[in-house]
C-alpha cells in the first residue's frame, strides 16, 4: 500500500482518511495540569488530548505548524471580527513531522492554553506541567479544589 | 482517493433530489464522547484536546477551526450513576470560539462527572 501524502488534502480531510487507516489507537500517556494566573481562585484545570490527534501529531505530515494556529487566533481577536479569511492556512502550510508524545504534549499546549498561561508568567508558583495521565486523583469527590502541588517530587 | 463530482444526488427515478451542498455544508464538522471521570476522550472527529475546568464544566479545542462562531452545538450530559428517574441530561454553552467551546453542567443538578457527548455543525475554516 503506497503511503497517503496527507498535504494533498484539506486538514479535515486528512483526519477522515487517517481515522479509516487507524483503528483502536491507544489512549495518551500525559496529561497537561494548569492554573490561570487570571483566576487564581478557580482550580486545576487538566488538558487531555484526543487519541485521533496525538496519533496524528506523533505519525507526522498531518497537522500544520502551531503557528497557524496562532495567526488565526490574532484574526479572531480583532474587532468586527465576522469570519476567518485566512483558513486556508490550515490547508496550505506544509504539515509538520512527526513528533515524539512529549513533542506533541509541547504542542498541544501552545495550541489549546492561552499564552498568557505558558507565557511571560512571572509569579512563584508553578502554573502547568505535563504529567502522566495516571499521576491525575481518580476520586473527584473534591474536584473543585484540585491546585498543582508546589514540590518538584509530586507534581498533582 | 478518488473525487467523485457532482452538483446533485437523488434516488434511481430523480424524483428527490437534492444539492450537495446540502450534505457537505450540513455534516457534523465536530463531535465528541468525553468521560469527565478519568478523564479520556471515548471517540472523536475534530477534537485535538478537552480540558477538564471543573466539576461538570470542560472546554472543547478543535483541530479545523470553524470559519466563524455562528455555529451550531448540541450538547449532552449522561449522569451514569443515576441512570433511570434520576437520569441528567443538562448542560448549557459557554463561550464559543472559532476554536472551540465551553460547556456548562445547569445549576442544581447532581454528580456532573459522567459521560457527555457533542455535536458541531456549520462551516470549517
Known amino acids: 500500500m503506497t503511503e497517503v501524502n496527507y498535504s494533498e488534502y484539506k486538514l479535515w480531510e486528512r483526519e477522515l482518511i487517517f481515522k479509516d487507516l487507524n483503528k483502536d489507537l491507544p489512549e495518551p500517556q500525559y496529561a497537561i495540569v494548569w492554573e490561570d494566573p487570571r483566576t487564581p481562585d478557580d482550580p486545576m484545570k487538566v488538558t487531555v488530548p484526543s487519541p485521533t490527534w496525538l496519533a496524528m501529531a506523533m505519525h507526522g505530515g498531518i497537522l500544520p505548524p502551531v503557528e497557524v494556529y496562532w495567526e488565526l487566533k490574532k484574526d479572531e481577536a480583532q474587532p468586527g471580527f465576522r469570519r476567518h479569511t485566512r483558513g486556508h492556512l490550515l490547508h496550505e502550510t506544509p504539515p509538520v513531522p512527526a513528533m515524539t508524545e512529549e513533542e506533541a504534549m509541547e504542542y498541544l499546549i501552545q495550541k489549546d492554553i492561552p499564552p498568557h498561561v505558558w507565557h511571560g508568567y512571572q509569579g512563584n508558583r508553578q502554573i502547568i506541567r505535563i504529567v502522566r495521565r495516571d499521576m491525575i486523583p481518580t476520586n473527584r469527590e473534591y474536584r473543585n479544589a484540585w491546585r498543582i502541588k508546589q514540590i518538584e517530587e509530586d507534581l498533582v | ?125
Open chain 2, 1 to 125: 482517493m478518488s473525487t467523485l463530482l457532482t452538483d446533485n444526488i437523488g434516488d434511481s427515478g430523480a424524483v428527490k433530489t437534492v444539492p450537495i451542498s446540502s450534505v457537505t455544508e450540513n455534516s457534523t464538522k465536530t463531535r465528541w464522547l468525553y468521560d469527565q471521570s478519568v478523564p479520556s476522550t471515548l471517540s472523536s472527529f475534530n477534537l485535538s484536546s478537552i480540558t477538564d475546568v471543573t466539576t461538570g464544566d470542560y472546554d472543547t479545542n478543535y483541530t479545523n477551526s470553524m470559519t466563524d462562531s455562528n455555529y451550531t452545538e448540541l450538547g449532552m450530559w449522561v449522569n451514569s450513576t443515576n441512570a433511570g428517574a434520576d437520569r441528567t441530561l443538562q448542560t448549557q454553552l459557554g463561550a464559543r470560539l472559532t476554536t472551540g467551546s465551553s460547556y456548562y453542567a445547569v445549576a442544581n443538578a447532581v454528580a456532573f462527572d459522567n459521560i457527555t457527548s457533542g455535536i458541531t455543525l456549520g462551516d470549517l475554516a
